[in-house]
């Protein structure tokens, strides 16, 4: 290769990526309301099957969740990579076209439209198959709306503007549902916006593979345009893209990955957006397939960290998981903005 | 001008212009053009005249609201887009600005219309890449980021993208608008040395000195119609006398620069050994407010001589002999006299 010192970097740091990822995910199967130590941790991983409470936990909860984290992190940096190059934006992320609106519209129907059902059991209905369901579906509208917009509209920055009204009206309409919703109705679906990974099932968790997986491999086939459409939409097109199609592919890509994500762990802020800033600045490239690829580790490897700092190792006490990555990104935004000249550059 | 035999692109009754709310707004009426042979084409015009209209309508980024136009015998409408990014690349008005992109990144996203899904790069494909920087001059800067070069460099690399794009039209809107006079000269020459290569560019500037210097052809947009012509055509034929003088400014045929217009009253008389110290001598003269006495006899006359130590002005009046070392320094001194 002709750039191969500056390959090797890279090389370099996506490997270190890797080994941060799979580090993290095994202190996130040690952390949690049970102690189980690291050691314990890689027997249990690599060593014989043992008839014990500690396989049983980890098992059934810490792997799941250490999965849920994992998917996630690599789920919402793809979409933030993806959208900050569509729309050409250094303040976009996975849920700007309005896709956690969607989802959180349908989860808010379900658990205040529907609150008498959950009332047994408001703390466990983040993994229950209707809210799934119900925020999928959510999502799935928005993005159909997105679609059908975005197919007559030309000026990206319409879209970007028009995702965004979509999102603040689903808002509005979100906020009289809770305004006129009893006391735990209205207390689950605040918790369900505070966002979770532990609610996924060793069961669910093969639903999630099934949604990110063709996201990741339909976010494969747009990177070649994305280095493309880096120099603008004019130019993109005078390479021979149709500028339609790849839209649509990314927003494909992007409600796959983001709605499902968002669909069993609910809204989870700011990963989508600094994950991928994160990435460019220690690579100092603009190459979207290294990027994509670093995204895929350094986001993976950021949600296993906030998901060991939600568990407050040594303790009981379970911090939401949105607080956490929102504490962790916003200083990188913050960043984003202090350092760029001009705020409308890539 | 008779259109040539096989015109390699052609334009036939076509209105360009964009589509507005209210319907459709034309800018160009009409437009017939042909281009039959390799050249540098530079499309000249005010501003709002269409000049980018045309250009991007050509790059299939804008429609065209009438007529056709043909590549090679074939409508470019019925060209895929990523076959006709083989036939022409763009490079549009404006600094592009990418975070982290290396020139060579750059320049090889002219290879995209060849490359596999995911844009490998293949040996050939370096090798035209590495050319690509080779002809432009660019080369020791491959690998340099795009926001640390200058702008005369970031358009070279522009340039250099379109060549490893490979394709037979190159398309510019005013690519040398931000430029500082060496780096406009260089690109333009840089523009007529490819049309060599078998190129047809066209670009639109508003530095009518340098495009009368060095483009083959000039498109002159007027009142939503196109004057065709060599550029010595077009200004023996009035026609940028016609289009660009205004009761201030007249266009000065005999260098094809644009002048104030003035009405001296003082005359002065100038005599000298030196074509080059006698023509910026006037020059000063002329902006000072003076006009140069024909017959020779008008007081004051100033003369200049160069001289193997330096070049000295000597200012005769009907009193006195001075002299002086500078232009600048007369020119203070005349003032007080006069």
């Known amino acids: 290769m002709r750039v191969g010192k500056k390959w090797s970097i890279n090389y370099f740091w996506i490997i270190l990526f890797i080994l941060l990822t799979v580090i993290l995910f095994c202190f996130d199967l040690s952390a949690g309301t049970t102690a189980i130590s690291f050691k314990q941790v890689i027997r249990l991983l690599f060593g014989p099957y043992q008839d014990t409470g500690d396989w049983y936990v980890v098992n059934e909860f810490r792997f799941p969740r250490a999965l849920t984290a994992l998917l996630a992190g690599i789920a919402l940096s793809v979409s933030g990579l993806q959208m900050q190059t569509v729309f050409r934006n250094p303040l976009a992320g996975p849920y700007v076209l309005g896709i956690s609106s969607g989802a959180s519209l349908g989860v808010a129907l379900v658990v205040i439209g529907f609150s008498s059902f959950f009332m047994g059991n408001i703390f466990s209905i983040s993994g229950n198959w209707l809210l799934i369901l119900s925020a999928w579906l959510g999502s799935a509208v928005v993005l159909i709306v997105i679609m059908a917009v975005s197919l007559r509209v030309r000026d990206i920055m319409t879209i970007l503007i028009l995702g965004m009204m979509f999102g603040s009206a689903i808002s509005a309409i979100i906020s009289i549902l809770q305004y006129f919703s009893g006391e735990s109705a209205l207390k689950a679906f605040v918790i369900w916006t505070m966002g979770s990974v532990s609610n996924v099932s060793s069961k669910q968790i093969w639903v999630l593979f099934a949604g990110i997986i063709p996201g990741l491999i339909t976010a494969l086939f747009t990177l070649k345009s994305s280095n493309a459409v880096l120099l603008g939409e004019n130019y993109a097109r005078t390479l021979g893209i149709n500028i339609k199609s790849y839209r649509i592919l990314v927003f494909i890509s992007t409600s796959l990955l983001t709605g499902t994500i968002t669909a069993f762990c609910g809204p989870i802020g700011f990963i989508g957006i600094a994950v991928p800033h994160i990435c460019r600045m220690i690579l100092q490239t603009s190459r979207q397939e290294t990027l994509f690829a670093a995204s895929i580790f350094a986001g993976s490897a950021l949600m296993l960290a906030s998901d060991i700092i939600s568990q407050i190792p040594g303790s009981e006490t379970i911090l939401p998981i949105n607080a956490v990555t929102s504490l962790i990104g916003i200083p990188v935004v913050i960043w984003i903005i202090l350092r760029k000249k001009k705020i409308t550059s890539l | ?338």
Request: hydrophobic share 40%.
């Open chain 2, 1 to 338: 001008m008779m259109p040539p035999v096989n015109p390699i692109l052609s334009i036939r009754d076509a209105h360009f212009g964009y589509h507005t709310r209210s319907g459709r707004q034309a800018l160009l009426f009409g437009i017939n053009l042909e281009v039959g042979r390799y050249e540098l084409i530079g499309l000249i015009g005010r501003n709002g005249s269409g000049k980018s209209t045309l250009l991007r309508t050509l790059m299939r980024i804008q429609e065209l609201l009438k007529g056709e136009i043909y590549f090679d015998g074939k409508n470019i409408d019925d060209f895929h887009r990523h076959e006709f990014a083989r036939i022409a690349a763009f490079v549009s008005t404006g600094v592009l600005e990418v975070e982290g992109m290396t020139i060579r990144e750059l320049v090889s996203l002219g290879r995209f219309p060849y490359t596999n899904w995911i844009g490998r790069l293949k040996a050939d494909d370096h090798e035209i890449i590495d050319r690509s920087l080779d002809e432009v001059g660019i080369t020791s800067l491959a690998d340099r980021k795009l926001n640390e070069v200058s702008d005369g460099e970031r358009q070279k690399a522009m340039i250099a993208r379109t060549l490893a794009q490979n394709s037979s039209i190159i398309i510019l809107d005013e690519p040398t608008a931000f430029l500082d006079l060496p780096s406009k000269y260089d690109i333009i020459n840089l523009l007529h040395h490819l049309t060599e290569e078998g190129k047809i560019i066209i670009y639109s500037s508003h530095d009518l000195n340098i495009s009368l210097k060095f483009s083959d052809r000039l498109w002159v947009i007027d009142q939503g119609r196109i004057l065709d012509g060599a550029p010595e055509d077009l200004i023996l034929n009035d026609t940028f006398a016609r289009i660009f003088e205004s009761d201030k400014i007249m266009f000065n045929p005999l260098n094809g620069d644009f002048e104030l217009k003035r009405n001296p009253e003082k005359v002065i008389t100038l005599t000298g050994n030196d074509p080059v110290c006698l023509n910026w001598t006037m020059n000063a003269l002329i902006r000072n407010g003076y006009r140069i006495s024909d017959s020779g006899s008008s007081i004051p006359v100033v003369q200049v001589k160069k001289e193997k130590h330096g070049i000295i002005w000597i200012l005769q009046t009907d009193k006195q002999n001075l002299l002086f070392e500078s232009i600048y320094q007369m020119l203070v001194i005349l003032d007080d006299l006069l």
